[in-house]
Nanobody, 124 residues
Framework: QVQLVESGGGSVQAGGSLRLSCRASENSLIRFCMGWFRQAPGKEREGVAALARDGSTTYADSVKGRFTISRENDKNTLHLQMNSLKPEDTAMYYC??????????????????WGQGTQVTVSS
């Protein structure tokens, strides 16, 4: 069964760090454009970071300089290193792929395949 499984969420205080992981059931998935998204209660899902096949990255302005997206091809795993966390980063975080081998756009509508999510809670 083809799937994406997130892990690494939890509760931290403001200023802390977390590393999210997204393991793909097939190696081919992780080589496509991959993205991290989040959704807070009562808000729309939004893009956080995207990683294209060629290694280029895109970040939301709200996380630039604090979050880093990366990929371990040999482990079929996508990561999101989150530093200097803020209460406003609290959300359910999802990884997704758009099955694209080209440009990678941080737009929810372009990603048809999603994991189940992992919760991140940042307290002040």
């Amino acid at each position: 069964q083809v799937q994406l499984v997130e892990s690494g969420g939890g509760s931290v205080q403001a200023g802390g760090s977390l590393r999210l992981s997204c393991r793909a059931s097939e190696n081919s998935l992780i080589r496509f454009c991959m993205g991290w998204f989040r959704q807070a209660p009562g808000k729309e899902r939004e893009g956080v970071a995207a990683l294209a096949r060629d290694g280029s990255t895109t970040y939301a302005d709200s996380v630039k300089g604090r979050f880093t997206i990366s990929r371990e091809n040999d482990k079929n795993t996508l990561h999101l290193q989150m530093n200097s966390l803020k209460p406003e980063d609290t959300a359910m975080y999802y990884c997704a792929t758009d099955f694209s081998l080209g440009s990678c756009y941080l737009a929810v509508s372009r990603f048809p395949f999603w994991g189940q999510g992992t919760q991140v809670t940042v307290s002040s």
